[in-house]
């Protein structure tokens, strides 16, 4: 691959992804494979790698040591935490999740796959479905992730067989129908020989589909591909007051990201929860004016009409306004060592608003491995439950599996600030 | 069944996209909050994205300089004009200032006070107040950085807990901290080195001299070039060459090397980074090869 390759002229925009599994199932070293054949991976990084795999008494370079992080990590050989790895094609740009596979890291799964568009699920060939297969498939899915890849790895392990490969994609989509998984593809790789990853490779000729890259950079960058709700929840507002410039003494913008939908200058407008309209007089990004905003974008707004908007609020189409709501249901991931409490007043962060909330009433709690509902009256780390929650003011929500972004919620402990549970709503 | 793809936003305008918000979000959420800004590629990033995120209006936050008091006239120069453009006003905090206190102490007068840079700014985020600092670090740049948080909590000790982070999840930040404590924020957390070129490239933004190809003495040892200055001078049978060199990062002046190179444009620095086989922080800092955690042990620390 010459220099210039690197550069992405041909943008085909970032491709947000999550791998999962266990260092068992050889991600790491897939992840490691990634880096290397895209010649991610710099000479230096490849000669520490060297050293350590020689120290440790290996005959090739162990790439999963790439994804080695913390000193605590190294020491104990396990992955505790969310990793972000890099790399880019020339066509695209990639932000990898990797998420350590043991079942006490079911909060640190839906960190990773609360940004990811794709989710790449690794079997061991030898080992065929197992329960983290189906904690890891639930899990994504729940989180919502669109696209599921399932990459049944270590075929050189099974002489590359295809009928090892076909059974297993076959007991995967017995479950997967039973999740509502809809987009699903499966690959037969090998990370340690490179087999499919980057390269075909030579040992799997039986299969003729694409390799397990040509996968990822045709996948839709765009979250869902349906046409969805404008939604902008205001951050800031913008009120230059500068004495020297009489043009600004009006200015009045209202700073955010387009987080679903997209909005162009005339466009009438509703402001939750308010319910105040007005219509779009302007859109700037750093000066410029746009004529319209796409989602995703980060832009600064101006309407015709003086209304009070501050940060918290929710400018949304006219057409297309939800109603604000003082009582919420959801899926609920609780990440704290310390237990839910059913006393205690939490703060609920939703978009960008935050309110007091209290627990109503839990549902039940969710075995991740079996998917029975069981009878609870507390959460714990790694617990997953459906809840009920009561806001000490409105909030203006959407179902999560309608908008990602009005749909998620996180829970904070006002006493230690920490991040305590992450909710879904629906 | 075909359906028409979604418009969705190049990778840098999606990286510029994510970095104003989070400014924003800092903005937003924290009373007090400073932008480090050293006269480092990164950190001018940062000054465009925040013109991005806050113009019309003024910045809602100073910047702040921990100037260790061995950077190159070029870089400190440079910090000076390109604050008084902006019109945003810059805290310049010393470690030297630290050193006359008595709460940096160095083991001996050539000591790299990179890592003393920690002490200054712990000192300087007390006597302002701060409760967030927004930093240009980038999780590509080290191990210890891919897994740390885009809000990243320190305690009254300026400590980071890898153990013990915050999760992070969608785009819903927590910034809050309660007072004594504080949050790192870095807005370019996503970004690699290729993609802070490229964004400078568009952006045309000025950079420092020394980030272009200029002839400099320096001595090659264990690896790397090392600039003779006042401050590094030769050693006794040290052979000191004059060689055509660039700064891929700029930091304190005895730590921080340059590489050999003819690029002497931002077009011929992305070309050469986009083919580079060393990373970064591998080509140019010494501070970093002592031991494989070393940066992990340094943001224990309070740093960056």
Known sequence: ?426 | MSTLTKQTLSHLDWLEAEAIHILREVAGQCANPVLLFSGGKDSICLLRLAEKAFRPGRFPFPLMHIDTGHNYKEVTDFRDKRAAELGERLIVRSVEDSMARGTVVLKHAGESRNKHQSVTLLEAIEEFGFDACIGGARRDEEKARAKERIMSFRDEFGQWDPKNQRPELWNLYNARSHKGENIRAFPISNWTELDVWQYIQREQLELPSIYFAHTRPVVRKAGLLQPVTELTPAKDGDVVEDVLVRFRTVGDITCTAPVESDADTVEKILAETATTTITERGATRMDDQTSEASMEQRKKEGYF
């Not at chain 1, 947000?16 to 199932?25: K, M």
């Not at chain 1, 859109?283 to 974008?297: D, F, K, S």
Request: hydrophobic share 40%.
């Open chain 1, 1 to 426: 691959m010459s220099a210039l390759e690197h550069i992405p002229e041909i943008d085909n925009g970032l491709l947000r992804f999550l791998t999962c599994g266990s260092v068992d199932d050889g991600k790491s070293t897939l992840i490691g494979r990634l880096l290397f054949d895209t010649k991610t991976i710099l000479a230096d990084t490849l000669n520490a790698i060297e050293k350590t795999s020689a120290k440790r008494g290996m005959s090739a370079v162990d790439l999963s040591l790439l994804t080695d992080g913390l000193q605590a990590e190294r020491e104990q050989g396990i992955t505790i935490d969310v990793a972000y790895r890099y790399f880019s094609t020339g066509r695209r740009k990639y932000i990898i999740a990797d998420a350590p596979g043991h079942e006490q890291y079911t909060r640190n799964m839906v960190t990773a796959a609360s940004t990811a568009n794709l989710a790449i699920i690794l079997i061991d060939a030898r080992k065929g479905v197992l329960t983290q297969t189906r904690r890891h498939s639930y899990l994504a899915s729940l989180v919502g992730i669109p696209h599921l890849l399932v990459a049944v790895n270590k075929m050189d392990l099974v002489d590359y067989d295809q009928a090892v490969f076909e059974r297993i994609k076959a007991d995967y989509l017995a479950f997967a129908a039973r999740l509502g998984i809809k987009d699903v593809r499966f690959i037969p790789i090998s990370a340690l020989e490179g087999d499919m990853i980057v390269d075909r490779g030579e040992r799997l000729g039986w299969y003729d589909g694409p390799t397990l890259l040509d996968i990822l950079e045709n996948a839709p960058a765009a979250h869902t591909e349906q046409a969805e709700d404008f939604r902008f929840p205001v951050q800031f507002v913008c009120r230059p007051q500068d004495s020297a410039n009489p043009e600004l003494h009006d200015y009045r913008g209202f700073m955010g990201r387009v987080e679903s939908g997209e909005i162009a200058v005339g466009d009438a407008v509703t402001v939750l929860p308010s319910g105040a309209t007005s219509r779009v007089k302007r859109i700037e990004l750093g000066g410029e004016h746009l004529p319209r905003a796409i989602h995703e974008q980060s832009v600064t707004l101006l309407l015709e009409d003086e209304i009070d908007i501050s940060r918290g609020d929710l400018i949304v189409k006219a057409a297309e306004a939800p109603e604000p709501v003082k009582q919420i249901d959801a899926t609920v991931c609780w990440l704290s060592e310390t237990p839910l409490s059913p006393a205690r007043t939490y703060l609920v962060r939703h978009t960008t608003r935050e309110v007091k909330a209290k627990l109503a009433r839990i549902d039940y709690r969710l075995d991740v491995n079996t998917l029975e509902q069981e009878a609870t009256t507390g959460l714990a780390m790694n617990d997953i439950a459906r809840i009920s929650l009561k806001l000490a003011q409105p909030i203006v929500a959407d179902r999560y599996q309608d908008n990602r972004a009005t749909g998620a919620f996180i829970i904070i402990d006002e006493s230690t600030n920490n991040t305590v549970g992450a909710g879904m709503i629906g």
